[in-house]
């Protein structure tokens, strides 16, 4: 074999492997679309269903225009320097001429996502980072299901899925972010950079959308159970989310050509191996977490095994097998808590994204500062500890995470563009968005929820079904 | 600290290292390690004791004599119908007196059994029995209802 056989062999073993790793992030989607349709009521199933499809549009196409940019532009605003655009020097030297290299590859004109002999990764790594946002827009599609109009989730996801998780990443999981830099921070499988910033960004605007008619009593106050149309499918879909995440959290591995080991995004050693066995154990542990503490509820037992993940992401690959076990177990065991306390304090978050993934991200992205201290990442940068653990989790969770999701959702609800109308509500948004029910074949029992049902919205003849 | 290293080297070069290759927490002092190992068995066994604990029981099957008590009772009851003998009344209009001669007709055919019953009549301890039966459970809740209160006096005096 030629030297440049060698070195291309390499380069396609890199390409490879994060182009298949994004393939099977791709069953994230498809386990998102199975869950929240099962969590759906069946009135609601193809509104709830089309716009989680709708998300893979939204922030594939955004992430291309600018959310690519925005993550190699990012990393050192505002400590470290300004954002790095077009009207940065070309001939910067140093950290911000490394930098600049980054952001002119990631142009949506520029010549390396395009067809490219001469650059193999900058695309593959594009398609990683895209099924990433995709993923963070999905955990708010979720929780604001069968109230929100389609064109506020649209904006919303924009916002969320090619921006503000963006600008987390780019300084929490970026070799050049401040985090990193300046406090240590340590976030391998992104529990507070994506799961906490989504989390905290959905809480926001749930507390503006307000929850479903029928979810409260309208005297007392007190929640109802608005129970899932087709609970199999929801856990389903929870199974293939576990899937995809087997892929996303290798596609946080960092090998490229010319590599000895593999690293984190950090620069810091680790193994493939360890996800292997550490994913696999917080799976386990949170579902047992959940599963004792929810009193087998079916539905928080299997969002279990996602809160165990989130649990110990941050650490995954630092951490040893029993102390995983330990924190996944902790993390899923209160999450129902949370869940309920949320549901006490008026919100109506649908499929307990706060509690899965906000309250977990921030627990996942603690644990690093309790669990393991003292890691070096670099010359110059601190050891991991508390402190900046504690900084980087409260500017995703608060600054980039529940303020931008509660103030452009305040904006949506004053302008009147939040919310569907209570009697498209009731009347079901699969007949009020698309003319169509999910299941035509079946009539659908009244679900009062509390509300008198009338026709608000008249049946309309189903295409190519013979009128009489 | 929880990490085996102090210092970057020390971290990249952990295959020659003390800890020859691992790189986890705590690896330097597995003693932490072995306790979490045995707190996650501990959480284990927990998991597979609350699995027997299933939160939607059966509903228990009534303990108390009121079913059957209520089941004597009637029995009793259809008993002691048979038995009564409405008062004669006087009738004035015709239909009255066809009816009249109907169950007249019909009393006929139950005779037998009501002969039979007759020479068997006296006190019959069945129905004392469903009394009983009905009076006890009541009896014994008074009782526990009773002593709570006592015990709730006596609480709230200390």
Known sequence: ?468 | MSSPFSTLEEFNSAIDGPTEGAIYTFANSPVINNIALIVAAGIFIWFIASTYRTPAEPSRADKSMNNLSSFIVVGLLSLVAINHRPPEQTSTTVAERKGQDTLQHNSVKTNALTKYLRSSSGPSPMGLLGMVGLGFPTFSRLRKQRKSRSLRRYRTRR
């Open chain 1, 1 to 468: 074999m030629t030297p440049e056989s060698q070195e291309f062999l390499a380069t396609f073993v890199s390409e490879s492997y994060y182009y298949w790793a994004s393939v099977f992030m791709l069953l994230i989607h498809v386990g998102f679309l199975a869950y929240e349709g099962g969590a759906s009521r069946a009135k609601n199933v193809l509104a709830t269903m089309v716009k989680n499809l709708l998300t893979l549009s939204i922030v594939g196409l955004t992430f291309f225009f600018f959310g690519w940019w925005v993550y190699n532009a990012f990393p050192l605003f505002p400590l470290q320097g300004g954002i790095v655009g077009p009207w940065t020097d070309p001939n910067s030297e140093g950290v911000v001429g490394e930098v600049l290299g980054l952001v002119q590859a990631s142009y949506p004109w520029s010549p390396a996502l395009g067809p490219n002999v001469a650059d193999n990764l900058t695309g593959v790594f594009w398609f990683a980072f895209s099924l990433f946002a995709m993923t963070t827009a999905s955990i708010l599609s979720g929780a604001v299901i069968e109230r929100i109009k389609v064109g506020a989730y649209a904006i919303l996801a924009v916002v969320l899925g090619s921006f503000t998780w963006v600008v987390a990443a780019a300084w929490g999981w970026n070799p050049y972010g401040w985090f990193l830099t300046q406090f240590g921070y340590h976030d391998f499988g992104c529990s507070a950079v994506l799961h906490g910033v989504a989390g905290f960004f959905a809480l926001g605007v749930l507390i503006n959308l307000g929850p479903r008619i029928g979810k409260f009593d309208s005297t007392t106050g007190k929640p109802r159970a608005i129970l899932p149309h087709n609970l199999p499918l929801t856990m389903v879909g929870l199974m293939l989310i576990f899937v995809g995440f087997y892929a996303f959290l290798a596609a946080c591995v960092i090998f490229v050509p010319g590599q000895s080991v593999e690293i984190t995004i950090y620069g810091t050693p680790m193994t493939l191996a360890s996800i292997g066995v550490n994913t696999t154990l917080a799976l386990c542990s949170g579902i047992v977490g959940a599963y004792i503490s929810s009193k087998a509820d079916p539905f928080y037992t299997i969002s279990g095994g996602l809160a165990g993940i989130i649990s110990v992401g941050a650490g995954l690959d630092l951490y040893s097998p029993a102390i995983v076990i330990l924190i996944a177990f902790i993390g899923a065991y209160t999450m129902p808590f949370v869940g309920n306390a949320v549901e006490k304090a008026g919100i109506d978050d649908a499929v307990g994204a706060f509690a899965v993934h906000g309250y977990c991200g921030v627990i996942g992205a603690m644990a690093v500062g309790v669990m393991a201290t003292g890691y070096p990442q670099g010359d110059g940068i601190p050891l991991t500890g508390f402190i900046g653990q504690l900084v980087g989790t409260l500017v995703c969770t608060i600054i980039l995470g529940f303020i931008p999701g509660y103030g452009v959702s305040f904006v949506l609800k004053k302008l009147g563009m939040l919310r569907v109308s209570p009697e498209e509500e009731i009347g079901g948004l699969d007949l009020t968005e698309f003319g169509l029910e999910g299941y035509p074949e079946y009539p659908i029992l009244a679900e009062g929820n509390g509300v008198r049902q009338t026709p608000a919205i008249p049946v309309s003849p189903q295409p190519g079904m013979p009128t009489l």
